[in-house]
């Protein structure tokens, strides 16, 4: 850790070094005097003298340095610093290995099954037998094509194909097929046929949703386009790198292009997507060539050219399968993670706001038998620093009754000098009935202010405690004040003093 204020600390050593050099000096001098008027009448018993004076000075030396270091700290023992997974796949693994604690925190019965079933779901995709390839991309690119290209499929078959709509694409649905062996790859691959996207009417827009989450699932992509890239594929295919997501753009339909064009096109869409996805990443193809007449009449269907895709496919595949996967389990799990995290926060708040309302009336009867100044209600009160520490608990930070009592008195300090203890006196005489007279006037005034600040002071450390023990930028005085604004609104108000008002009198009657 870097030392801090080291001038000062410099200052004070050259005073020191000053100090001891002022000491030492004539503490010699006097030495020399005691040895010259000893040496006279003998020099041995002068050198003698000598000696035991330093010996007394030097033991003094060390008992003194041996009593200040008693009150020097133990050095902490150095935490060993956790260590950084190795690789995709461990990263992944201590991912879900977190996750399952996460979950099995969360009190409601049904959420915490569901999210468990899906963390064990996750959990299953490390031992799947296949690799997950998607075909995504505008509905026109060309994908069905390709998909049949790689399956080997027959383009008459109509199953294959997938039904040809006017506006629609070719695709009305994502299509699963069957896992595939290629040759040299150990593993077969489940080629995904996505739903095409960027196309209008409401019903494109739920296909574009779907064939974006399958996507999202996916180990590889093939973002197939069929041209250069327009501005709203590269949004789309930005966003699916962004996530992490491995991704081979493939330039369809090049046959139809002349040598020049489809050279032009090609290197653009390099340089385009440069710093999303590697040059090599960037394939041209031609899924599905036009047909060719010969002289003789004969009409010739040349084979698609898949080779250079084929290749590059099954190189990532091969060289970098097992990473795919961990990569696509730890998205997943970092998604579920998020929604863990959002669940177990909703849970602690509605914990801590439970721990808030019991010593928000537990202080009435408090402050009500024991009236005190409103100034020193919540400072003095040492019902409020248990307030802290439970609440500190409930967000997984063990803190102790006194640092409760720092805490409390430092959020009072803040009420008072924002003027809301003040503020919050001529509220709660306004609201409260007129009907209440007397010395119960002034006590009930007193235990529902009590009250109401103790709930500010509640809500404004639940959000310190939820923020990691922060207070944020604007520090404890904008979240008092915020949670000041939020608990004045006219209609919890009414309630809330009436509420407090009503445990006041069964206290009232309790004495009578």
Known sequence: MKKRFSWLRSLIAFGCVGLVISFVVPLLDRIIQIYQLVATSSPILGGFVVLLVIGLLAGLFFIIWRYLRLFQAEPSPSRPLPEAPTDKIEAAQDSLAALEKQVEQIQDEVMRRSLAEQTEQLKKNFIRPELRVVVFGVGSAGKTSLVNSLLNLSLSDAKSRGEVGATMGTTRL?????????????????????????????????????????????????????????????????????????????FNKIDRLTKSDREIIHTSLRSRVLGMIAPEDVVAISASPATITIESGEVIQPPPKLQDLLTRMLDILSYEGDELVADNVLLRSQDLTSATREVLSQQQQMEAEKVVEKFQWLVVGVVFATPLPVVDMLATAAINAQMVVEIGKVYGCEINIDRGKELANSLTRTLVSLGIVKGVVQIVSTVISVTVVGLVLKATIQSVTAAYLTRIAGKSFIEYFSRDRDWGDGGIAEVVQRQFQLNRRDEFLKMFVQDAVNRVMVLVNQQR
């Open 174 to 250: 994502g299509r699963v097929y069957v896992p595939v062996r290629f040759a040299n790859l150990e593993v077969p691959v489940q080629i995904t046929d996505c739903p095409g996207i960027l196309e209008a009417s409401a019903l494109g827009s739920d296909r574009e949703q779907e064939a974006r989450q399958i996507a999202t699932e996916a180990d590889l992509i093939l973002f197939v386009v069929d041209d250069d890239i327009r501005r709203s594929e590269y949004d789309v295919l930005q966003a699916l790198t962004n996530i992490g997501k491995r991704t081979i753009l493939v």
